[in-house]
DNA sequence: TAACCAATCCAAAGCGCTTTGGATGAAAAG
DNA sequence: CTTTTCATCCAAAGCGCTTTGGATTGGTTA
């Protein structure tokens, strides 16, 4: 059923039928109502394709996804992926996953960019000096960047004060008497992962704590990483008594080990995890429950794509910053040291 | 940049360019590298809209996702759609998410149909009578589905032996000696969970083990809900001494529950997990060691896009079937029932 | 009654691409 | 030297929609 044939069963134009589907004023209300009801009755809904090449908009975004086996696509990506599809349901706007052919990531956004199939881009899990923002950029195609990079050029961005949490973090632990404090974090070079490092730094060094480079691990998020690390973390002299990890899964590997060892969380060993609240994985439900620095994925997600949106309706976005506030959450997980 | 313009820099019409860039045979090639250099010089890559428009076809595959917040978007979905990704980025095919809107499930698939903007959809998570797919047989649309319905009409369809992992898994424990046993799994009326609770009945009816309705759990997949209803079936009287768990996320929480009544995981307690393989939570290193039946979603993905690419190609797909074993892996976390 | 004006509808021109059905010229065949 | 054949290339017709610029109509106003 195509919009011509819709237009002769109903004895109107291709025109009227059009504008009676998409709102138009110069319409009877009456006829509206009749176009509409016959929409339904055929099953009639506008190709898409057609649709867009006549208007050159889109009503989708774009979203480039890793498409090697490597962890990049975890649990993180689902829950930001569930957040935009939150929002961007009550528009009918659909999404794009591309996945990056070839290791080679720019080359997938530019085609993204010049065949015309997205009217904006959610760029995420920028590093410090990243690439395919300044190619966005250069290219003055309208992006989100979820995260934030070193790029002075304006753009929209929305990013959660990865620095303040571990800096929260590692003073709440050394509030609580730690001195000897190790993180496990996600991958060197990830703005999130640097920043985060930023705070722990910060805090230490405002206390006048050395730092033990031992102590500080980048890797990805996995409970195995997090349990290994811990097996070594724990052989160390000397040992630390706390440790900051950069994520809910890390954190599971760490409490195992830390188990392992005949050591109790909250105990000998504290334990601080940044969760980025995954409906399956409750921080409070954990025994011990577990502290937190707290920020939700999907929430930021939710709000990328409210923001979107509002690009789509034409709004420019070259202003839009939002940096969101962690909180921690002292939970059972992190006590004062004790000595064994 | 538009093909017109390119090929008046060319000196060429657009029909040789068109040809050149999309490899047909006619044109010279010699000509062909001159429009190719030209292409890539000046950055220029075909309209996707138009293209889709007069070829009829797409070159993207859709897949509808929940958008309410509810667990149904879990590291399950995300597990899918990285397996998706893997073999499609082989292709350039994108995939277009659509999330529910409005709850009303079936008018997003009709409008994907109708809107011509994929070529195939992929189904997954069916119940046994399954409204979706009916529909899409009727409108004679392409699709695979993920996972089984009891629908006859011939499709497209790769599963794995859901049934048969539990029924591997309850004879396993029936075989140690355990004749209390409950199972912790996903929620009533999806296919996989009534199958799972078949083998289950199966193992336990074989060897005349009366069925306890108290032991038998269906509900979302967190570990909040294992551990919930672990504290609870520990109450009971006869109390389970061995638990089959329909995800890692149960299990989690199963583990937790166990331990904080003060049993051992493969001591008093046996647990079984159904593991899906996250690559961020690795069965083999938990402490004890977790015995599963596993079957990886991501694997079974890739898979759904192979064929989805043959079906993109051409091939029809009304009698592809694929049902996958599924392997029980023995380790720590079963064995013999032990006394108290 | 004539002139005017909304309100409503329509024909036709794109949007940028692929593809059909020929042209064109050079090489091969007669 | 003429005819046939083949390899190249091209003009123009869609693909299904939106939108521009007018027509048409019935009701208002002077």
Redo the contacts between chains.
């Keep these: 059923?195509k919009l011509k044939e819709l237009a002769e069963k109903l004895s109107l134009s291709q025109t009227t039928v059009s504008r009676a589907l998409n709102g138009y004023p110069e319409v009877n209300e009456a006829t509206r109502e009749r176009v509409n009801k016959a929409a339904l009755k055929f099953?009639?809904?506008?190709?898409?394709?057609?649709r867009?090449?006549a208007m050159g908009r889109?009503g989708?975004i774009g979203l480039v996804?890793?498409?090697?086996?490597s962890?990049r696509?975890?649990?993180h990506?689902?829950e930001f992926?569930?957040g935009l599809?939150?929002r961007?349901?009550?528009d009918?706007i659909?999404?794009?996953?591309?996945?990056?052919?070839d290791n080679d990531e720019i080359s997938v956004y530019?085609?993204l960019i010049?065949?015309?199939?997205v009217d904006a881009i959610i760029v995420s899990g920028p590093v410090l000096v990243d690439e395919r923002v300044s190619m966005l950029l250069d290219a003055n195609f309208p992006f989100v960047l979820h995260g934030r990079t070193n790029i002075e050029k304006p753009h929209a961005w929305l990013d959660i004060d990865n620095q303040g949490a571990f800096y929260q973090a590692a003073s709440h632990l050394i509030d609580l008497g730690h001195r000897h404090i190790a993180m496990i974090d996600g991958l060197r070079g990830f703005t999130f992962s640097e920043h985060r490092e930023l705070g722990y730094r910060q805090a230490l060094g405002e206390r006048g704590i050395e730092i033990d480079p031992r102590f500080i691990v980048h890797d990805?998020?996995?409970?195995?990483i997090g349990?290994r690390e811990t097996q070594r973390l724990l052989a160390c002299t000397p040992q630390p008594t706390a440790i900051i990890a950069g994520s809910m899964?890390t954190a599971?590997?760490v409490a195992?080990a830390v188990?392992?060892n005949g050591y109790q969380l909250g105990k000998q060993i504290s334990l601080i995890t940044h969760d980025d609240v995954?409906?399956?994985?409750?921080a409070s439900?954990?025994?011990p429950s577990m502290t937190t620095t707290r920020s939700s994925m999907?929430s930021a997600a939710t709000r990328i794509a409210e923001i979107l949106v509002r690009v789509l309706d034409g709004e420019p976005l070259h202003k839009i910053h939002e940096l969101w506030p962690v909180e921690l959450i002292v939970r059972q997980s992190s006590g004062p040291p004790v000595s064994r």
Tied chains: 1, 2.
């Design positions: 059923m099953g009639y809904s506008a190709n898409a394709n057609a867009r090449l889109v989708a996804i890793p498409a090697d086996s962890q696509f975890g649990p990506t689902a992926l569930a599809a939150e961007l349901a009550r009918e659909d999404f794009l996953l591309s996945p990056i052919v530019k085609r010049s065949s015309k199939r990805y998020f996995s409970d195995e349990f899964m599971l590997g195992r188990r392992n995954f409906p399956y994985l409750n439900n954990m025994v999907r």
